[in-house]
């Protein structure tokens, strides 16, 4: 394949350039594009994550979360907001319920008759 080699003057080069044309595309649309196929692709994320068939071990974490959330809310039903905690004595709303124990203690059962 041959090749060619010729020189050519500045002011030529200057002559026949040319200003770039003006884009002329809407910046408003490129940014609804990427933000709403971000959201497509969130939510697409969160329903694949949730499907226990692609990701097993995801399910079941997140059903077991919910269980412990729900649990911890039936514990939690005797002292609302404001009321003093009964093992500390603080109001806080930051403050965590302790567990309570699933058993009485052996002191609190009753005596059945012999």
């Not at 196929?37 to 939510?43: D, T, Y």
């Not at 226990?52 to 911890?72: D, E, G």
């Amino acid at each position: 394949m041959p090749t060619y080699t010729q020189t050519v003057p500045a002011q030529m080069v200057t002559q026949m350039a040319r200003p770039l044309p003006k884009q002329t595309v809407d910046k408003g649309k490129v940014w609804t594009v990427f933000i709403g196929g971000a959201v497509v692709l969130f939510l697409g994320t969160l329903a694949v994550e949730n499907n226990p068939n692609f990701f097993p071990a995801i399910s079941r974490a997140n059903q077991a979360m919910k269980m412990a959330t729900k649990r911890m809310q039936v514990r939690g039903r005797g002292r609302g907001r404001g009321r003093a905690c009964p093992a500390h004595g603080s109001s806080s709303s930051k403050h965590v319920t302790p567990a309570r124990p699933l058993l009485p203690k052996p002191a609190q059962r009753t005596k059945l008759p012999v």
